[in-house]
């Protein structure tokens, strides 16, 4: 149903836009390793909303996954703190617990596409890509304006034409793999491969450049392979 699609779009574009703002707020880091525990809302929220079911194992080894993801990103360094030393919460913080509670959000309906009404793929990706749109032109072109900054950048600069077409084409065949994961195997599933899949960029590029790792990167390599 079209609620269920507008839902599906609210929530997954308020949660990239939270998370990006944030980073207004918050160092890209800190970021990473909030967006690295999506697995957890979309799991927790499944449970609570979509009464999804799963094995406590399975609740063990997402932790772990989460755990060693955020373990391996981590980067040492200052992070939100006041002049005692204590972590504070700000309103970055915030507006990442509002993305990740979006992306929860988005798993539970797109749960209920699936478990519900058999959604086919290629059917959620449209109706989905096609509301998020329709938001998109209200907010860009009617509330912030920015639309019209983007039209006229492009007026200015044709080349970049070009890459906006490729840009697309590569999401458009991403989001196939996407959504394909979504209607089969589940939105945790697919939560868990978007979030590991940061890792094993990482990772590969680790292997095949020889750059070093420290020992709490190369324990997280292991929390997260033991998990998945």
Request: charge should be positive; aromatic fraction near 12%; hydrophobic fraction near 50%.
């Amino acid at each position: 149903p079209n609620t269920l699609y507008a839902s599906c779009a609210f929530c997954y574009m308020g949660a990239m836009v939270a998370s990006n703002h944030a980073l207004l707020y918050i160092a890209y880091p800190t970021q990473v390793l909030g967006k690295a525990c999506k697995p957890i809302p979309v799991m927790i929220l499944g449970v609570l909303f979509a009464h999804k079911r799963y094995p406590l194992a399975k609740y063990f080894c997402i932790f772990m996954i989460v755990l060693g993801v955020a373990g391996f990103m981590y980067k040492d360094g200052k992070g939100s703190t006041d002049s005692s030393g204590l972590f504070v919460i700000g309103f970055g913080e915030i507006l990442l617990m509002v993305s990740l509670t979006l992306d929860g959000l988005t798993g539970v309906t797109q749960e209920r596409m699936r478990s519900h009404y058999m959604t086919n793929h290629h059917h959620m990706m449209h109706n989905v890509n096609l509301w998020s749109c329709l938001i998109l032109l209200v907010s860009g072109l009617i509330v912030t304006g920015e639309g019209w900054v983007f039209i006229q950048f492009v007026m200015k600069h044709p080349k970049v034409i070009s890459h906006l077409a490729m840009f697309s084409l590569m999401s458009a065949l991403g989001q196939h793999f996407i959504f394909l994961t979504v209607v089969t195997f589940g939105p945790l599933t697919c939560s868990v491969i978007t979030t590991t899949r940061k890792f094993f960029t990482i990772l590969f590029s680790v292997l095949i450049f020889g750059n070093p790792m420290n020992t709490r990167q190369w324990l997280s390599t292991i929390l997260v392979f033991a998990g998945l």
